[in-house]
């Protein structure tokens, strides 16, 4: 299954876009760790649920959680509308 709408939103303090994102990361981690960010990323643009092998519950929309791992210590949590998915 191929989601047909992707939107992305950030809850930290200094990013809510995916450009504020992406310039806090640069400044923030080293740069093997934002590929390893930013290849997951895209991965999870192709197929959210292929990449993603832990389910967290439900978000407070009731959307299934997910957290793939990015290395030991960084995951990434997302959650999908399996309206639009």
Same mark, same amino acid.
């Given at each position: 299954m191929v989601?047909?709408?992707w939107k992305l939103r950030f809850?930290? !303090?200094k990013a809510k876009s995916y450009e504020e994102f992406i310039e806090?990361?640069?400044?923030? *981690?080293?740069d093997k760790l934002l590929?390893?960010?930013l290849e997951k990323l895209e991965l999870l643009q192709e197929n959210h649920f !292929?990449?993603?092998r832990e389910k967290l519950g439900k978000?407070?929309?009731?959307?299934?959680? *997910?957290?793939p791992e990015v290395t030991g210590d960084m995951r990434i949590l997302y959650?999908?509308?399996s309206k639009i998915a």
């Open positions: 989601c047909r709408e809850q930290l !303090k806090f990361a640069t400044d923030e *981690f080293n590929t390893l960010i !292929k990449y993603s978000d407070i929309y009731g959307n299934t959680m *997910f957290s959650s999908v509308d």
